[in-house]
């Protein structure tokens, strides 16, 4: 199968990796060189299911608590730091400790004395904290790096020009906040963030500071590296940070810890996340185009599993729509599902579903309920046979 990925993104790159697997012979088109105008290069790279949970819903929980296994599984040796994530309030603001330990789960409650094992840096600044030792975390940039090296040693062709859609058997479209206004109903979160280097403090995992206002998290890179975030701001702007929030997040970073006063600031950035109205995911097929996007803060925890129900639907369709008509601009997928198809299996598709269900493969995530809708214009879970993030409407948070 000929494979188009638009977008080089960790969605795009993520599907690519997972198709490659499958015997797929995979073209990415980015328009950008780099990875500078992906959301996805300036994320903390956590994969925190549990401590996201505090605002997202169960399916992020369940559909992220593998992502560490698949990162660790394809990224080099190292890459994946399993130390979990440490929350801390200062004690004026306990009860958002509280309020947090409420919303979530798979952390223990700990006191002075085992932050400051856990962190010596932090000892004696916070009186209590939650510690989530199941998470880890991982460096986007290299992560989304190692990835690209990977495919293309696998032969995979990274493109910026013009492409020919018609040469492939399937596009798999994973343009991200490219899409707003074109997606029905997918909004931008802008969310700015900060690299602050520094010898003075030394954090072996993210620090997240509670705040009624101003969250703050703070992500080692090694080498005096922390990646400082951020901002959650309803606008598709990708302009330079603001003054505001350039000024709150170093005063959070402040409260963590003082010495981060004397670090120097080596960059400041945003991205744009891809948000539907409940923050959650979509993998949407219409004729020969998979549509991912609306990964809103979660791109790295969730792509692993993203990436496997867009092969599972890659190789498990009918036969492509001979004449498929793009959605024009303005028109939302989600207003055309009766166009849109997920993961129906035709005799014509048994062969390489058989092939698919023999190709050894990681396990997947336990089986919880699907979250597709119970509207006619909505795409259905499909139970019992991927675990998709289906079309659904939701509410605003
Ligand atoms: C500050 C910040 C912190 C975050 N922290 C975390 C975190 O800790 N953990 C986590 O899991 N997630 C985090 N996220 C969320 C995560 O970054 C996003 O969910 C994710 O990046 C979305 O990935 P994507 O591939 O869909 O989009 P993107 O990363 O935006 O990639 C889309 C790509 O498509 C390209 N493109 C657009 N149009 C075209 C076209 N027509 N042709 C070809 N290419 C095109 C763009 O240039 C871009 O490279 C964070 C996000 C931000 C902004």
């Given amino acids: 199968m000929r494979v188009l990925i638009k977008g080089a993104g960790v969605a795009g790159l993520t599907a690519a990796h997972e198709l490659v697997a499958r015997g797929a012979a995979v073209m990415v088109a980015e328009r950008t060189q780099g990875f500078a105008n992906a959301a996805s290069w300036y994320a903390g790279g956590m994969l925190a299911p549990w401590c996201e949970r505090e605002s997202a819903e169960e399916a992020v929980l369940i559909r992220g608590a593998a992502a560490a296994d698949w990162w660790e599984a394809v990224l080099p040796a190292g890459s994946v730091h399993r130390n979990g994530t440490l929350v801390v309030a200062p004690p004026r603001d306990a009860a958002e400790l509280r309020r947090f330990a409420s919303r979530t789960s798979g952390y223990r409650s700990i006191g002075a004395e085992e932050i400051g094992a856990l962190e010596p840096a932090l000892a004696g600044r916070f009186r209590e904290a939650l510690f989530f030792p199941e998470e880890a975390h991982v460096d986007p940039r290299r992560a989304l790096s190692a990835l690209r090296h990977g495919l293309e040693a696998q032969g995979v062709v990274f493109s910026g020009g013009t492409i020919d859609q018609g040469r492939f058997d399937l596009t798999v479209d994973c343009t991200g906040a490219a899409r707003i206004g074109e997606i029905k109903g997918l909004r931008g979160v802008r969310g700015e963030m900060l690299y602050l280097q520094t010898d003075e403090v030394a954090l072996s995992r993210p620090v997240r500071l509670l705040h009624p206002r101003i969250p703050l998290y703070i992500v080692p890179r090694g080498g005096g590296l922390f990646m400082c975030g ?25 409260v963590l810890h003082p010495a981060f006063a004397e670090a120097r600031l080596v960059e400041t950035g945003a991205g744009v996340r891809p948000a539907f109205a409940d923050n959650l995911p979509r993998v949407m097929r219409q004729a020969n185009t998979i549509t991912v996007n609306g990964l809103y803060r979660h791109g790295f925890l969730l792509s692993p599993a993203i990436a496997e129900e867009v092969a599972a639907l890659a190789y498990d369709v009918p036969p492509i729509d001979p004449s498929p008509t793009p959605p024009h601009k303005g028109e939302g997928l989600s207003s055309r599902c009766d166009r849109l198809q997920f993961s129906a299996v ?14 050894p493969r990681k396990p997947l995530p336990p089986a919880g309920r699907g ?3 119970a509207n006619s214009d909505e795409l259905e879970w499909n139970e019992g046979k991927h675990f998709c993030f289906s079309e659904r409407r939701g509410q605003d948070r």
């Fill in 230 to 254: 951020a901002t959650m701001i309803e606008s598709d702007d990708a302009g330079p940070i603001t003054a505001r929030s350039l000024m709150e997040l170093l005063n959070a970073a402040y």
């Fill in 346 to 359: 035709s005799p014509d598709a048994k062969v390489t579903a058989e092939a698919e269900a023999a190709r």
């Fill in 371 to 373: 979250w597709g809708g």
